[in-house]
Every structure is written in structure tokens, then in C-alpha cells.
């Protein structure tokens, strides 16, 4: 036993340090020590504390990472530097109730694989820190073996500043807002990966300030964790996407991103494809962020501006107007509907009320707005967990109208019922690629009334 009887249990490691510094250990004590001395006076980072959200909780069902953010910290655990991005999982993005982040918000993030270059650069050299170490590193290791790569992330190659609370925190729980509670500050957005990673590094910063000799009493740990032979990966060219940037461009309607201009005085010869891409996008009378891009696209191929465009709009309006209209009543529901599928054009009220009070609708804006329908024999697919409705009482209930339920998507679906209208499932880009209609549940369950109504007249 030491002289003064320490022993410290990182995981599964038990270190004695006290007893460990025989030569090699110190040469290697010293070295660290002097590396933390050089650079000239700019300030070394030697941890590299990050976080991280998933769809899941395990990789090993498939979950992937959703989110990462890295601060870089000095040898008093002060952060010199802070990295993150959104990640896209390349499926559904899992309990959006606990991170935060729906399918719109990741889906035109870089992939793992177009930040793994840059995010090896920041762990590569560095000690990494965690908070419940073992459930990010296995995320990662996963993510980089993915890729073919392997990578020095273990449980045992890094600092938990979860395991490590017992030694520096009074008794109490160990969840990151508890511990952070315990010495006195709060995690402002807990579940946001840099907000977390900021706290995580004022835990660090706490138990190195706590201990006076940090460095010395983890010396094989971070050792270890410092001499990783980390995989040459290239870096990638990829824009990182924070959660404040999506949070700016939600604020902002999407025909902002067009370009603004004097209509033009004729009518567009290709408005009838533009019209019928609208009718197809709000059957569900909302536009996911895909639909968005989609009509942004389809818009800027055809070279209109905004004003073109939203002067197609009021004229797919004046035809919605005019089937609101055919029974010679506008109950409240269907204005409602009316209004909202407005407000999702970039319209007003007063647009809404100009449709239902146009005398004449131009034959362009009439061909088949309206008049999806789902009939029996047509092909559904499924994709996402909605919550509070068991999926097998969904398909059993298609089935018992004369749908086809299937489990892949083809072109012969006839549509795609999404937990989440911007999910980025297999099953929901293969949609996307074959112009295959995707809705939220909620417009799906008033399509198969609709259905149920036809069978029983």
C-alpha cells in the first residue's frame, strides 16, 4: 500500500499511483508535465471533453449518433475551444421528447462520416471525457467502425466524470444535472451535446481543482488515452449544422430563399407540373422541410421567383376554394384547414377569403387538385413509431379496409404513412426518390375515414 494509502478505481481500472512511479512511470509524469509547459504560452488542450445524442440507446440495435460536440480543454480544464454539429442518423431520429430534435433538423446535417476526419483531429493526442464515458465512446467506436476504421476508444481510455463523482462530490445521484447541482451550477438545456459538454468540463474543471495532483493521480489513464494510434481519416468538406442555426432558419418562410423579382404577365408553361407537385405535398395540408426544398427546387428550375411562386399559390388556393365550395357550405373545420394550408404557402387570411369569394377558377389551377383518395387494394407502407398508437393496430385497421400493407417501399405504393413527415428512414427517402406521397398519421387516419365512408354507402 502507499505511503498515504490512495487508490483510485476509474471503471474496471484500479490505479495506485503512488505505488506505480517507479522509473518509467515518472519519465512519463515528466514528460506530460512538460508538455503542458510548451507551446509558446498559447494554451494546451489536453482533454478533449465531449458529448453526444442518439437515436437509441444502444448501437447494437442499430441506433446511430445524432449530435456531437467537442470542448477542448487546458490543464485546469478551462475550455479553450468549442466544436459541434448535428448529425444526419440516416434513419428515424428516436425519442425527439428527450433530445429535442425532430427529422427536419438533421436531415441536411453532414452524415458521421463527412465530420469523421475533423472529429479525429480533435481526439487525437487528447485525453477524452465523458459523463457515463462508456455509452459515448461506444457510440463512436461504432460509428468510426462503420467507416472500417478502428479507433483507440474503450471504456478504459478516457476519464468519466460520472464514475468519477464518488471521489470529488458529495453522496447523491450521478446524472450530469445532479452532479453539476452538487457544485452549485446548472445545466441551462440538458441533452443539447454542447451545452452537456460544457458542463461535463466544469465537472472536470472542479475535480482537477479538487485534487491538486489531477494529473498525477489518473497518470495511466491519460498516458494511455494521449499515445492512441488514431487512423489517418481524410477531412471531409462538409458544413457542420448547429442547433442554432436551424433554430434561425426555421424563423424564415421558405419562398425567402427565392429570389425576388417582377412577376411575369403570362402564365408559366409548366404551372400545371408545379400545382400538381403542391397537391401531392399537402395531402397532409403541411410542408415537411423536404417538401420545402422539394418545391424550392422544382421552383428554381423553372426559373420563378418568388412572386411567381406565390402567385401560384393563390391560384392552387382559388381551386382548393372552389372544392370547399361545391356543397355551398365552408364549415369552420374547413377553413381552418384552409388557413392552414395558407399560412404553409406563405399566404394570408385575406388570400383565403379571396379564393372562396373568386367567381372563376383558370382551368390550369382545377386538374386534379384534390382528388387523392385512398381505395381499396391501393399499397401502404409504414415507417416510425407514432407515439400512443401501436403500429400493428394501424396496419390491421388498413388491412380490414382493403388496403395492401407492405414493408417496403416501391413504385407501386400508393402511399407512405410516416411518424414523422420529414423522416429520414430508408423506407421514407426511397419515397422521396420515387415521388411516392409521404403523411403524418394524423391526415392518414382522415383518408382511411374517408375510405371507411365510401364502403359503407
Same mark, same amino acid.
Given at each position: 500500500?502507499?505511503?498515504?494509502?490512495?487508490?483510485?478505481?476509474?471503471?474496471?481500472?484500479?490505479? &495506485?499511483?503512488?505505488?506505480?512511479?517507479?522509473?518509467?512511470?515518472?519519465?512519463?509524469?515528466?514528460?506530460?508535465?512538460?508538455? /503542458?509547459?510548451?507551446?509558446?504560452?498559447?494554451? @494546451?488542450?489536453?482533454?478533449?471533453?465531449?458529448?453526444?445524442?442518439?437515436?437509441?440507446?444502444?448501437? *447494437?440495435?442499430?441506433?446511430?449518433?445524432?449530435? @456531437?460536440?467537442?470542448?477542448?480543454?487546458?490543464? +485546469?480544464?478551462? #475550455?479553450?475551444?468549442?466544436?459541434?454539429?448535428?448529425?444526419?442518423?440516416?434513419?428515424?431520429?428516436?425519442?425527439?421528447?428527450?433530445?429535442?430534435?425532430?427529422? *427536419?433538423? $438533421?436531415?441536411?446535417?453532414?452524415?458521421?462520416?463527412?465530420?469523421?476526419?475533423?472529429?479525429?483531429?480533435?481526439?487525437?493526442?487528447?485525453?477524452?471525457?465523458?459523463?457515463?464515458?462508456?455509452?459515448? $465512446?461506444?457510440?463512436?467506436?461504432?460509428?468510426?467502425?462503420?467507416?472500417?476504421?478502428?479507433?483507440?476508444?474503450?471504456?478504459?481510455?478516457?476519464?468519466?466524470?460520472? %464514475?468519477?463523482?464518488?471521489?470529488?462530490?458529495?453522496?447523491?445521484?450521478?446524472?450530469?444535472?445532479?452532479?453539476?447541482? %452538487?457544485?452549485?451550477?446548472?445545466?441551462?438545456?440538458?441533452?443539447?451535446?454542447?451545452? +452537456?459538454?460544457?458542463?461535463?468540463? &466544469?465537472?472536470?474543471?472542479?475535480?482537477?481543482?479538487?485534487?491538486?495532483?489531477?494529473?498525477?493521480?489518473?497518470?495511466? @489513464?491519460?498516458? $494511455?488515452?494521449?499515445?492512441?494510434?488514431?487512423? @489517418?481519416?481524410?477531412?471531409?468538406?462538409?458544413?457542420?449544422?448547429?442547433?442554432?442555426?436551424?433554430? /434561425?432558419?426555421?424563423?424564415?418562410?421558405?419562398?425567402?430563399?427565392?429570389?425576388?423579382?417582377?412577376?411575369? #404577365?403570362?402564365?408559366?408553361?409548366?404551372?400545371?407540373?408545379?400545382?400538381?407537385?403542391?397537391?401531392?405535398?399537402?395531402?397532409?395540408?403541411?410542408?415537411?422541410?423536404?417538401?420545402?426544398?422539394?418545391?424550392?427546387?422544382?421552383?428554381?428550375?423553372?426559373?420563378?421567383?418568388?412572386?411567381?411562386?406565390?402567385?401560384?399559390? %393563390?391560384?392552387?388556393?382559388?381551386?382548393?376554394? =372552389?372544392?370547399?365550395?361545391?356543397?355551398?357550405?365552408?364549415?369552420?373545420?374547413?377553413?381552418?384547414?384552409?388557413?392552414?394550408? /395558407?399560412?404553409?404557402?406563405?399566404?394570408?387570411?385575406?388570400?383565403?377569403?379571396?379564393?372562396?369569394?373568386?367567381?372563376?377558377?383558370?382551368?390550369?389551377?382545377?386538374?386534379?387538385?384534390?382528388?387523392? /383518395?385512398?381505395?381499396?387494394? +391501393?399499397?401502404?407502407?409504414?415507417?416510425?413509431?407514432?407515439?400512443?398508437?401501436?403500429?400493428?393496430?394501424?396496419?390491421?385497421?388498413? !388491412?380490414?379496409?382493403?388496403?395492401?400493407?407492405?414493408?417496403?417501399?416501391? =413504385?407501386?405504393?400508393?402511399?407512405?404513412?410516416?411518424?414523422?413527415?420529414?423522416?429520414?428512414?430508408? &423506407?421514407?427517402? &426511397?419515397?422521396?426518390?420515387?415521388?411516392?406521397?409521404?403523411?403524418?398519421?394524423?391526415?392518414?387516419? !382522415?383518408?382511411?375515414?374517408?375510405?371507411?365512408?365510401? !364502403?359503407?354507402?
Amino acid at each position: 500500500m502507499a505511503a498515504n494509502g490512495r487508490v483510485h478505481l476509474l471503471g474496471s481500472l484500479l490505479l &495506485k499511483p503512488d505505488e506505480a512511479h517507479d522509473a518509467s512511470q515518472c519519465q512519463r509524469w515528466v514528460g506530460l508535465r512538460a508538455s /503542458a509547459a510548451s507551446g509558446g504560452g498559447a494554451p @494546451v488542450s489536453r482533454y478533449a471533453v465531449l458529448d453526444i445524442e442518439t437515436t437509441g440507446l444502444s448501437p *447494437a440495435h442499430h441506433h446511430r449518433v445524432l449530435e @456531437v460536440a467537442v470542448a477542448l480543454a487546458d490543464d +485546469d480544464g478551462h #475550455v479553450v475551444y468549442e466544436w459541434d454539429t448535428l448529425v444526419n442518423p440516416q434513419r428515424d431520429v428516436g425519442a425527439t421528447e428527450i433530445h429535442g430534435l425532430a427529422a *427536419a433538423d $438533421v436531415y441536411g446535417a453532414p452524415t458521421f462520416e463527412q465530420i469523421a476526419g475533423e472529429l479525429q483531429s480533435l481526439l487525437r493526442g487528447r485525453v477524452p471525457v465523458a459523463h457515463n464515458f462508456s455509452f459515448d $465512446v461506444r457510440f463512436l467506436s461504432s460509428e468510426f467502425g462503420r467507416l472500417g476504421l478502428s479507433v483507440p476508444l474503450s471504456p478504459t481510455t478516457g476519464l468519466c466524470t460520472m %464514475r468519477l463523482a464518488s471521489r470529488y462530490l458529495p453522496p447523491g445521484p450521478r446524472s450530469l444535472e445532479a452532479c453539476c447541482g %452538487r457544485m452549485g451550477c446548472r445545466v441551462e438545456f440538458a441533452h443539447a451535446a454542447l451545452e +452537456d459538454a460544457r458542463a461535463v468540463a &466544469k465537472l472536470l474543471s472542479h475535480y482537477i481543482s479538487a485534487d491538486g495532483d489531477f494529473l498525477g493521480s489518473w497518470i495511466d @489513464v491519460i498516458s $494511455v488515452a494521449q499515445a492512441g494510434a488514431w487512423p @489517418v481519416v481524410p477531412a471531409a468538406t462538409a458544413t457542420r449544422v448547429s442547433r442554432k442555426q436551424v433554430a /434561425a432558419r426555421s424563423t424564415q418562410h421558405f419562398l425567402g430563399r427565392l429570389a425576388s423579382r417582377t412577376p411575369r #404577365v403570362e402564365m408559366h408553361p409548366e404551372a400545371n407540373s408545379y400545382l400538381a407537385l403542391l397537391d401531392r405535398v399537402l395531402l397532409d395540408q403541411h410542408l415537411s422541410r423536404h417538401e420545402e426544398d422539394e418545391l424550392l427546387s422544382v421552383a428554381t428550375m423553372m426559373g420563378l421567383s418568388r412572386e411567381d411562386a406565390l402567385g401560384l399559390h %393563390r391560384l392552387y388556393m382559388t381551386a382548393l376554394g =372552389r372544392l370547399a365550395l361545391e356543397d355551398g357550405v365552408v364549415t369552420s373545420d374547413e377553413r381552418s384547414d384552409l388557413d392552414r394550408v /395558407a399560412g404553409s404557402l406563405g399566404l394570408s387570411t385575406a388570400d383565403v377569403d379571396a379564393a372562396l369569394t373568386a367567381h372563376t377558377v383558370d382551368a390550369l389551377s382545377m386538374g386534379e387538385v384534390g382528388s387523392f /383518395a385512398l381505395m381499396p387494394a +391501393d399499397a401502404v407502407v409504414f415507417t416510425g413509431e407514432v407515439p400512443g398508437i401501436d403500429r400493428a393496430d394501424l396496419e390491421y385497421q388498413a !388491412r380490414s379496409l382493403g388496403l395492401r400493407v407492405t414493408g417496403a417501399v416501391s =413504385r407501386n405504393t400508393r402511399l407512405v404513412i410516416a411518424a414523422d413527415p420529414d423522416s429520414i428512414s430508408g &423506407k421514407a427517402r &426511397k419515397a422521396r426518390d420515387l415521388g411516392v406521397p409521404i403523411v403524418g398519421c394524423a391526415a392518414y387516419l !382522415r383518408m382511411l375515414d374517408s375510405l371507411a365512408r365510401g !364502403r359503407s354507402a
